[in-house]
């Protein structure tokens, strides 16, 4: 299993492919504690083929959106298409 590096990601670079309704009081939490001390967690996102994928993290990465930041902390982990593959199945 490759070790996994932690990088701040331009929000625009990352796809989420798979849809999630968020629970609107807990992204404005989120919010006011990211703008107090910042992500203490960062998000999790696939590297594959030089494009990054996130599926956890959705409303660290909503209140990140709503806040108007440019990037996110990502715990960044390469894996080829296959696995990729497995998370959209």
């Known amino acids: 299993m ?3 590096t932690v990088k701040e990601i331009p929000l625009a670079q990352i796809s ?3 849809p999630r ?3 609107q009081e807990k992204v404005t939490a989120l919010m006011d504690s990211i703008q107090q001390e910042g992500l203490r967690e960062p998000i999790d996102v696939l590297e594959v083929d ?4 996130g599926f956890s993290g959705c409303h660290r990465f909503e209140a990140h959106q709503r806040l108007g ?8 982990r390469r894996a ?4 990729l593959q497995k998370h959209l199945a």
């Open 2 to 4: 490759a070790t996994a």
């Open 69 to 76: 930041k440019e990037t996110i902390k990502c715990r960044v």
């Open 50 to 53: 030089g494009q990054y994928y």
């Open 80 to 83: 080829p298409r296959s696995v």
């Open 16 to 18: 989420r492919p798979l």
């Open 21 to 23: 309704q968020n629970d």
